[in-house]
């Protein structure tokens, strides 16, 4: 008999929660939540209480696997791997590195995704390495970068505890990071002014000080219309405008123009509404700004990123306890996958792969020649494998036959493809179209880090062994890159990369396994002794002056029409995680949100003669799905709204891929649709 | 036990001669929800608890009701400090016999469920629709509660509980009050964990003081029955459900 409690980190949303996994003689039995955790506080949401539940499940993947006659057999390591290095090679020798791409994953750790960019660039020669933080904060990367200097939340989780002002956008809090939401409803309960602009009603909207709600894809137009409000009544921060800043007239000629008027008229926002919202975020002297995806995954979404930093500087709220603009990021370690480097134009820690310091340095480390030029994002990659250029994908964790935009189209490009390779934990729906299949380990079954969305680097401790023959996927990168021919595979623990990840990032610098055991440690953490940064940009900006961008409004690619007369808007519940692989296998996640559905606002239903809980099929230009209407008030009348865990009713086989064109995100948000009794 | 590990307190079952580590008396973990989940999977030996007095009594309930053996239960017990009293409301914060601590008196009152019961019943419920629309349907209040065990929950019947929504409505609360108001000791848990920080001890307590001035019962009695498991006449039912 064998009963431990496993301290680890939570491997849902990016909050890091740390829990405790209840293990009986190599079984999960249950969660414990861990009561002295800083961020949690001992407390979970139910995705958290039940994250024990999918590990085990008898789905998970066993064996490598390799496909032959159209079928996935099952084959030994030694054959998988062989097979990988054969077509890697040939496909590397017949149409160079870059016809070959690797997908990083936000669910694998620092490490992990440290290892997998060192692969594509190190061993096949090829920047081409990219994940899923394309497809939700490549905007806020891009767009924060160029603001402010870095592309992360400025200030920690606990500090919405004493917010006065909270202004949330584009963030279903309560249900996307629940314990993030329960910090808001915290500050709620001290008095603090909850303002939420979403074309939903959310848990949080419902029970917030103000409910503003604008039609999807007008947001720039709130948010310059908020800043003129703020500049006419004498609002701004003209100190730190002054001091911090550079580039404000340029902002304030822009934002002349969206007068209240205009702005409703385009938004849908009561004037009234909006100047109440204006004075009460600019006022309030501990006001922070949380948004998530309502802001990213636009056709515009680095403008719309570099919009909030606008409306966050010129009142100043930024640098300070219990301020700042704080993207909250969706996935467990999808801020760690950034910082480490799975991204095609940055090395670990936002070093440009075209800077020639930067690639010299990572030469010298790793004792390779590497390319200067920056390599195609995950978005791009498809397109090039529509094209025919891209000729094969290695695929870490990721289900991108669910998560990515207008499935219909990348079903082809990823069919197109001469050889893929997916490492995962289930038979996802990408993995029924791989050449070969690796079995993973997943979070509870090995050591590593998440960075949580706050900038925290939090520990995961291996609880169970992985199952059959599934191996970690640092295991199988270390694997992959050695049988390349490459150096720098040799690492027998996670801790000894973090070591040599560290010592080529300066945010990492400090950061080592034996520190993080004991203590909450957020980058910058430059040194051994250093107690890493709460609060970003306190004395300046990272690039030194903050830069306003005048941003204007544009309206989304596709906009509703005579024969697609709806707005699709999409997102996530409570229950359910992303393309559903964990969740729909955790029994008590799966019995409270069983079965995809639309959202669609009752004089809209009543028009078409829809009711409640029929079924109906929803169509855009790209495709079409059939799913039960679910007729509400809690979205805007000619919106709709679709979740995009249902592999059964996809809502992406729907979603427009237009990109925008710095960060190449998909316009997940908005695109035309129509609504018909099924 | 509780003890330190990596910075943390963590809850820890340890074998015979195995290093206990450095204990930890300070940090209320509800040791009993956890002997629970990890009872099946130590099929013989006696096992030893910290308990409080409010775990003794979340025994209490369990063992009467056959969820576990008594007799493999050695119980070791440890009395609350002063802080840890007023934090919990705490009314009766002494075990039967104290092995760690100091005995306290317990906390004079729940100001809380002094304030709610002035009030006038709408403006009560007012008081608490407005707690429960905080909710977001976690489940920590079950799974927490060391004497919440039916093995299939009436919370996730959809009869009683629509799925999905949230916050869930005042059925979800009201029910599982109910369904407590014989078992519940009183412990907290269910408050401590609540992320939304809805005073459930308090909901419990004022709940508590019905059972006790309609029924004259107080859960946490091992050889105290139930009024919910007997006839009319008061005689203990022959065929008792475990779950009730």
Known sequence: MSVKHVLTTCPYCGTGCNFFLQVADGRLVGV??????????????????????????????????????????????????????????????????????????????????????????????????????????????????????????????????????????????????????????????????????????????????????????????????????????????????????????????????????????????????????????????????????????????????????????????????STGLNPLRGQCNVQGACDAGGLPNLFPGYQRVDDPESKAKFEKAWGVQLPGNPGLTLTCAMKEATAGKLKAMIIFGENVMISDPDLGHLEEAIEGLEFLVVADIFPSETVQKAHVVLPAGCYAEKDGTFTSTDRAIRLLRKAVDPPGEARADWVIACDLGKRLGSPGFDFSSPAEVMAEMASLTPQYAGIDFDRIDKQVLRWPCPTKEHQGTRILHTQKFTKGLGVFAPVQHAPPMEEPSEEYPFILTTGRNLFQYHTGTMTRRSPKLEREAPEPYVEINSSDAKRLGINDGERVAVSSKRGSITLKARVTDRIILGSIFIPFHYAEAAANRLTNAALDPIATIPELKVCAAKVAKA | MMREEHGNVAPALISKGEDVGEVRVDIPYQLITILETIYSWVPKGKIAVITRRCDEKALAELTKRNYIDEKRIVKIGLACSKEQIAKCRCSDPVPSMVDIGEPNEPAPKDDLSERLAKLSPEERLKFWVKQFRKCNKCFACTHNCPVCFCDDCVLEERTFVPEQSIPPGLSF??????????????????????????????????????????????????????????TLEGETLEDECDEC
Not at chain 1, 76 to 89: C, F, H, L, S, Y
Not at chain 1, 278 to 294: D, V
Request: proline fraction near 4%.
């Open chain 1, 32 to 321: 414990v939540p861990c009561k002295t955790d800083e961020i949690s506080l001992g407390r979970l949401c139910i995705k958290g209480y039940n994250a024990h539940a999918f590990v085990q499940h008898p789905d998970r993947l066993k064996h490598p696997m390799i496909r032959e006659g159209g079928q996935l057999k099952q084959v030994t390591w030694e054959q998988a791997m062989d097979r990988i290095v054969k077509e890697v090679t040939r496909i590397r020798e017949k149409f160079g590195p870059d016809s070959i791409a690797v997908l990083a994953s936000a669910k694998c750790t620092n490490e992990e995704n440290y290892l997998i960019q060192k692969l594509a660039r190190a061993a096949l020669g090829t920047n081409n390495v990219d994940h899923c933080a394309r497809l939700c904060h490549a905007s806020t990367v891009s767009g924060l970068l160029y603001s402010f200097g870095s592309g992360a939340m400025t200030n920690t989780i606990p500090e919405f505890d004493n917010a006065e002002c909270i202004l949330i956008t584009g963030s279903n809090t309560l249900e996307a990071h629940p314990m993030i939401g329960a910090r808001m409803l915290r500050a709620l309960d001290k008095g603090a002014k909850i303002i939420v602009v979403d074309p939903r009603e959310t848990p949080l909207s419902r029970i917030s000080h103000l409910s503003l709600h604008q039609r999807p894809g007008t947001d720039i137009s709130w948010i310059n219309g908020m800043i003129k409000i703020i500049i006419d009544e004498g609002l701004v921060n003209e100190e730190f405008v002054k001091q911090r800043t550079t580039a404000f007239d340029e902002l304030k000629e822009v934002v002349k123009d969206y007068t209240a008027e205009k702005v409703e008229a385009t938004t849908g926002i009561p004037r009234e509404k909006l100047v109440e919202a204006a004075r009460l975020y600019a006022k309030t002297e501990k006001a922070m700004i949380a948004y998530a995806m309502g802001i990213t995954q636009h056709s515009n979404g680095t403008n719309l990123v570099k919009a909030m930093a606008n409306l966050a500087m010129v009142t100043g709220h930024i640098g300070k306890e």
């Open chain 2, 173 to 230: 609360h009201m029910i599982r009050s109910y369904h407590m108001i014989d078992k519940c000791i009183e412990c907290g848990e269910c408050e401590r964990s609540c992320p939304a920080e809805i005073p459930l001890l308090t909901l419990r307590k004022m709940l508590a003081m019905d059972m006790k001035e309609v029924y004259g019962y107080v859960p946490g009695d091992p050889k105290a029955v139930s009024p919910l498991n007997t």
